[in-house]
């Protein structure tokens, strides 16, 4: 048999809960209410069935308790019923009967998590601090700790001041081994976390990436990461192991990130140019003299980022350049390569000329393209391609980079 009392009893007291009456902030006499109608109660107006008739002797067993109030149609008890109201004075009893802890019972159990794990670390003091403040202003805190699973948000502290604490290169799973006991525990949670320290870093460097990637920032890898480089550019595999000449490889080779420290770069045969390249397409197209490249697969993580900044401090003459769409996922990559690795990276084939000429390739702005081409035209570091942008919105076209053949062909 459906519990149809249990549930009206429990709505009311959600009801109750969200209400100003629970604060102790009512001005005035509220009532707490459950209209019986097709869209709360379908099974209430089944002709077919005789389930108004269980619904009524439910609801009257808790009218009986003291629990609510039955409102009838016409006052004609027993015939058709309107509403349940709740009787504010006896929640204590529902509580009680329902086996249902009060809301507040709940924040408090939050409330001690938060001070139990408060001065362990900056970034998860921000958070808790955050969480706290909602809780005890009465605000929703659905998105940071789910009021039900106490257990939840003490394995989420736990888990983010491991991942905060952590200084070792290792997989994740090997993570959730020495951590949690289990291999794939952490792999199932690590999402939330690195979400919840992304939203409270100070760190800006964190802005935008994926939750794995979030993960690597912390030496925590999923799988090994791979820089894939080639054309001009000699190496060494430990400072006295095999020497390569990368130009003998047409199509470059791949480098593991944990191989990326046994990587020593000769300073003879220099490149004169470093580029980044976005797309895979473009990278395996390129065949520019004198031109080492990297293949970025959109943002850097931390691996390509360290081996970039290894790759500067060997070749400072180099220039350095990024390659990617003519779009603002193109430019905004561009920037953050810049800001990121403090090298001075300019663009390459990704100006006003190049857009041009391949205009016609190009695809429709969306709505959202025009609104963050209109932002990135009031932020002084794309200041040099505000005449770009302009022509992009008045075209109404982005352009991907493999429509460009650059490196190979110059563009006519």
């Not at 009893?93 to 939050?110: C, N, T, V």
């Not at 025009?370 to 932002?375: C, D, M, P, T």
């Amino acid at each position: 048999m459906r519990r149809y009392g249990e549930k009206i009893l429990h709505a009311l007291l959600d009801k109750y809960e969200n209400s100003l009456l629970y604060r102790g902030e009512n001005k005035r006499n509220q009532t707490i209410g459950f209209a019986v109608k097709k869209s709360t109660l379908p099974e209430y107006f089944d002709e077919t069935s005789q389930e108004y008739a269980v619904i009524h002797a439910q609801l009257w067993e808790l009218e009986d308790k003291g629990f609510l109030l039955l409102h009838w149609k016409d006052g004609k008890e027993g015939h058709i019923l309107e509403r349940c109201t709740l009787q504010a004075e006896q929640v204590s009893g529902a509580y009680e009967f329902l086996s249902r802890y009060p809301k507040r019972e709940k924040e408090e159990r939050l409330i001690r998590i938060c001070r139990d794990f408060a001065g362990k670390h900056p970034l998860l003091d921000r958070f808790l601090l955050e969480l706290q403040r909602r809780l005890e202003q009465g605000e929703s805190a659905g998105q940071l700790a789910d009021l039900d699973a106490p257990q939840e948000l003490e394995a989420c502290c736990c888990l983010m001041l491991q991942i905060l604490n952590n200084q070792e290169d290792m997989f994740l799973r090997e993570f959730s081994i020495r951590y949690c006991n289990d291999s794939k525990t952490a792999e199932k949670e690590a999402g939330r976390a690195a979400g919840l320290i992304a939203q409270f870093s100070e760190n800006q460097e964190l802005e935008g990436l994926t939750g794995e990637e979030i993960l690597e920032e912390y030496h925590i890898f999923k799988n090994p990461s791979w820089v894939m480089i080639k054309g001009r550019g000699v190496f060494r595999i430990g400072r006295e192991g095999m020497r390569l000449r990368l130009e003998q490889l047409a199509d470059g080779i791949g480098l593991s990130s944990r191989d990326l420290g046994e990587i020593f770069w000769e300073e003879r045969n220099a490149p004169k140019q470093v580029v980044t390249i976005e797309n895979l397409t473009s990278f395996h197209r390129w065949q520019e003299a004198d031109t080492l490249a990297v293949y970025l697969g959109g943002y850097h993580n931390r691996a390509k980022r360290d081996f970039l900044k290894k790759l500067y401090r060997v070749y400072p003459q180099a220039e350095y350049t990024h390659f990617g769409d003519l779009d603002c996922g193109g430019f905004r990559i561009w920037k953050d390569l810049r800001v990121k690795t403090g090298i001075p990276f300019e663009t390459r084939y990704m100006d006003l000329d190049t857009y041009m000429q391949y205009e016609r390739y190009g695809k429709k702005l969306t709505d959202h393209d025009r609104k963050e081409l209109g932002k990135m035209m009031q932020d002084l570091f794309f200041e040099g391609q505000w005449e770009l942008f302009g022509r992009m919105l008045e075209r109404g076209v982005k352009v991907e980079q493999e429509c460009v053949k650059a490196g190979v062909i110059s563009p006519k």
